[in-house]
Nanobody, 123 residues
């Protein structure tokens, strides 16, 4: 059973924008805190942004002011609007969620990862 499907990645020039989408299983993730993660080539997966079940948002320092996370509960969708993209934003982006917001900071403890979506920022 597919739980998480990410889409919207692509190749853009520095300064460009992309909007990522995450379709998630309502049965599993409907009431969870949700987040976007990314994995640079050869590194560990890291948390980029989180939206809690009550709508509070938090961002990793390097994306503050440039990325916006949002959620459409009715359609089981989550988004990541990425503006002013930089080459260092190049990575595979994943979505996931958990009932424990603290556990969201440790991607290794999360399961059911989707296939991710590639974002490439270059001239």
């Amino acid at each position: 059973q597919v739980q998480l499907v990410e889409s919207g990645g692509g190749s853009v020039q520095p300064g460009g924008s992309l909007r990522l989408s995450c379709l998630y299983s309502a049965t599993t993730f409907g009431s969870y805190h949700m987040g976007w993660f990314r994995q640079h080539q050869g590194t560990q997966r890291e948390l980029v942004a989180i939206i809690t079940s009550d709508g509070t948002t938090r961002y990793e320092d390097s994306v503050k002011g440039r990325f916006t996370i949002s959620r459409d509960h009715a359609n089981n969708l989550m988004y990541l609007q990425m503006n002013s993209l930089k080459p260092e934003d190049t990575a595979v982006y994943y979505c996931n969620g958990d009932s424990n917001v603290v556990r969201m900071g440790s991607p290794a403890f999360l399961s059911s990862w989707g296939q991710g979506t590639q974002v490439t920022v270059s001239l």
